[in-house]
């Protein structure tokens, strides 16, 4: 499983790349690169590691298998529940059309493969972190990509003035995400240093060395979203790592059930807080309410209130945006959205609160696991961290659709899959 690392721990470098040169081309060289690593997986893997691996992946696959089979069925003509674009193109052309939900399938197609391409990632990180060595390989990748999304962030102004908006979106959410995991790699560090175990995990100074440049990056991750002057970005990155820094107290100190009760407090209040500074414009979908203050964020709000309960199909959101857009509407409206109003547009409502649930509890699954696991339950701790503040980041920019943003998302949850259970337990 040594090669497979190595194809990992080079997806997560190449994500940086993958970020300034994003498209087509990038997503089939991601896909072709995934489909080796599961070619060699499949050869390489000991059968105690395809047992555990299987027996922890098996649940979260059930549910990742609903949204794929959702949107091959959008893309295939199958007659039930069409678009109505398709009987108004009839009536005009005068034959029959396709009878797809998916107003265009060849997105929806492209959509699926993106989506197929990011669970096999996230089956790959997993299958690697199984062992505990090869865990924090990736969690270290992680850290030092986060670095350079951070840094990239801060210059853009300066380096990449041509960047757009859906660009510079999937950059601070990759920043948001990695000051998350750069939280976990300094509470590994802590952990292993209280643990005096040198002989396995290096000297004490050594570690404190890696704690440093851990807290480093955390910092430099924070500096880049204060610098980007986006309130909601700092809020979603801080919530994953007061999960983690919640997770280290509890253990810690030995609450137990006791820790619980006024963490959940705290989020119930926080949330009405945010609510009550932010209130929901009249009129407007919540979906929308913390997108950028754009006058081109109506175009989103036109399309989601035409758009049907069974959604227009995936990766369909940029070829309505010349049919809702109107004259006195600015350039680049197809990015200002968030990726929560996008999903309802494209999957429907339905599936959006789908994934809104799955999150929920996929969060709770992990801050259990992260409460019964001992020297790491820093894995599981950031996977529930990420997962907060992805769900909080879908609900301010659109750059949880990006292949960059989408592979690190997808990486961090593999790994946390991985070591959410002990495999000598």
Known sequence: MSKVRYIVVFLVCASVAVLLWDGLIAQGLIAAVVAVGLAITAQALKPGEAEFLVSIVRPAAAVAAIPALWILFQALPFGLLPNPIWASAQSGLGHSMATAISVDPAESVIGLGQYLSLGAIAFLSAAVAVDRGRAEWLLFALTGASAFFAMILITQGVFFPAFSGFTQAQAADCVAMGGVVAGAACMRSIERYESHQASSYGSGPALLWTLGACGGVLVLCAAALLLD???????????????????MAVRRFRLGVWGVAPFVGVVIVVALLVFAAHPVERGRSVLLAFAPSSSARSVSERILKDAPVVGTGAGTFAALVPIYREIDDPPGSSVVSTTAATCAIELGRPMLWLFVLATVGLVLVFLRAALQRRRDSFYPAMG????????????????????????????????????????IA
């Open 229 to 247: 002057q986006t309130p909601g970005l700092f809020f979603a990155m801080g919530s994953g790592v007061l999960i983690i820094a919640w997770i």
């Open 384 to 423: 529930g961290g990420c997962l907060v503040s992805l769900l909080l980041l879908a609900f301010i920019n659109v750059g949880l659709l990006g292949n960059a943003s989408g592979l690190i998302a997808s990486v961090i949850l593999g790994l946390a899959i991985a070591q959410s259970k002990s495999r």
